[in-house]
């Protein structure tokens, strides 16, 4: 259910967001009705195209335009480092996370290619790589100040303008606090959502260490979360209030946005999930936020390539949309 803001505001860092929250835009109706009917014309050749007409119709209603276009997809990596990775739970250093984003500066990274035969942008957001966040079994991730600002700052991610936002993520350690921040939020043993005697451990432990924040989403976020979540969280808010549609990739990107579908049912209405990367845990996460993903490509990486993959199959679905023949066009129309 949406939040409630029958209480008077407290003038805290998140009353702004729960407020945010509170007035999300919707589709637009006349957008998808324009849609629908044109779906209605094509159902008359018989088959179906199944999701590639769905996926047509999500993106009028959002884009507000009975045909819309992909003419400026932009794929946003939000990259972060978190202090349990010195815990152990990691065979990477946590100085890997600095040389992946050299990596998409170079070009070099799997998304990189994608991003480049989809005509799409590429934006690596820093977030303060050099300060990682403290170890979350020991102390909050984010004062609460802290996890508002980065998500205004992930809410100017879109600030250059897109038409569909495809979110992806790089941070050693991640997978690790989307596990604590899934099974807070989900629920279950942290064995559900994370392999590893280390990995299990340090979840167990982040859970323990912040068990009175469980009852509140938000705290869930600044507690056991890092700067990417709060991040990602903020840029699909902004793109809700701008009606752009939304491509989530791996678990990271669907962990930060059940913080959002946990404070309001349909926050995540104009987003749809790519990929599911393979893992129970992921599969579990989708079910949990309601979405089905658009592929199973055995994907486990977070950077975003699952969702730049998902460019062309939304540009598919339009074109389909738009450019199929009707009974009628093609001389099959019944002559009653």
């Known amino acids: 259910m949406p939040l409630s803001l029958s209480t008077p505001p407290s003038g805290l860092p998140f ?52 045909q819309p276009q992909i003419t400026r997809p932009l794929i946003a990596i939000f990259a972060a480092n978190h202090g349990i990775v010195a815990r152990g739970i990691s065979d990477l250093p ?69 038409d569909l936002l495809c979110i992806g993520a790089a941070g050693v350690g991640s997978d690790v606090v989307a596990a604590a921040l899934a099974c807070a939020l989900v629920g279950g043993e942290a064995s559900d959502w994370i392999e590893g005697p280390a990995r299990i451990d340090a979840v167990e432990k982040a859970l323990a260490r912040h068990a009175k924040t469980k009852s509140e989403p938000l705290e869930m976020l600044r507690t056991l979360g890092g700067r990417e979540f709060a991040a990602i969280a903020g840029a699909i808010l902004a793109a809700r209030y701008q ?18 579908k946990a404070l309001r049912e349909d926050a995540l209405d104009h987003c749809v999930a790519a990929h599911r990367s393979g893992t ?19 994907i486990t990486l977070d950077e975003g390539a699952g969702a730049a993959l998902a460019i062309s199959l939304l540009r598919a679905s339009l074109a389909t949309h738009v450019g199929m023949a009707t009974q009628a066009q093609v001389g099959l129309a019944d002559p009653a």
């Open 15 to 66: 009353d702004d967001i729960r407020n945010l929250i509170a007035g999300l835009p919707m589709i637009d109706v006349d957008a998808l009705a324009a849609a629908k009917k044109r779906s209605a014309e094509l159902a008359t050749m018989g088959g179906k195209a199944g999701r590639l007409i769905e996926l047509a119709e999500w993106m009028a209603a959002w884009r507000g335009e009975p």
């Open 94 to 162: 946590m100085s890997a996370t600095q040389k992946m984003v050299e990596a998409f500066a170079a070009g070099g990274a799997a998304v990189n290619q994608i991003a480049v035969n989809a005509e799409a942008g590429l934006k690596v957001f820093d977030l303060a790589l050099d300060y990682p966040t403290p170890d979350i079994c020991e102390e909050e991730a984010l004062s609460e100040a802290a996890c508002a600002a980065t998500m205004a700052f992930g809410m100017e991610a879109i600030a250059g303008g897109t």
């Open 243 to 260: 009606r752009i549609p939304v491509v989530l990739d791996g678990m990271v990107a669907c962990a930060a946005a059940a913080i959002l």
């Open 280 to 298: 129970a845990a992921h599969a579990r996460l989708l079910a949990h936020i309601g979405k089905r993903p658009l592929m199973d490509m055995g």
